[in-house]
């Protein structure tokens, strides 16, 4: 019996600490980082049809069959890996899904705060997307006011692990 989690957002909304955050007081996780996989992996364009959303497919079967939780996180656009998360979300026992709904304001204060990024505020601005949500039951929203330390127990105590 797998859970799933997945943390979607926009860049620099915090999705990758809260998904390492998670990966490291869970047992038996697998974290797989769209970025990862699509940039690091397979050098793609975030795309209808890329590569990477048949390879990350292909991780959450894997994670399935081998952990006890599989993390997802990334910016997942709903209109490139809808379809694919919401066939895959079917076959875990048990699904989480968080979306970072925050204000483009939010998000470059965030970004400006990592020491090291491979993109500036201008980019953020060019790629901010207001609500992308999956719109699926029981999907967490978290605002500017949620904290990384709420947000992991928010999805510890949903699994029961709190």
């Not at 694919?84 to 925050?102: A, D, E, G, P």
């Not at 470059?108 to 699926?136: E, M």
């Amino acid at each position: 019996m797998t859970t799933l989690i997945i943390i979607r957002g926009n860049s620099g909304s915090g999705k990758t600490t809260l998904a390492h955050q998670l990966h490291r007081v869970l047992p038996d996780s697998l974290l797989i980082s769209q970025d990862i996989v699509r940039r690091e992996m397979l050098n793609v364009k975030d795309q209808v049809g890329n590569l990477s959303i048949s390879l990350i497919e292909q991780l959450l079967e894997f994670g399935n069959q081998q952990e006890q939780f599989v993390i997802l996180e990334g910016i997942l656009k709903n209109s490139v890996y809808g379809p694919m998360i919401r066939k895959q979300i079917q076959y875990f026992s048990q699904v989480v899904t968080v979306y970072y709904q925050l204000s483009l304001n939010e998000t470059v204060r965030r970004h400006c705060t990592k020491q090291v990024t491979d993109f500036t505020p201008n980019d953020l601005t060019r790629w901010y997307q207001r609500d992308d949500s999956l719109r699926i039951e029981g999907e967490m929203i978290f605002d500017e006011s949620v904290s990384l330390m709420m947000a992991e127990k928010q999805i510890l105590t949903k699994i029961n692990k709190y």
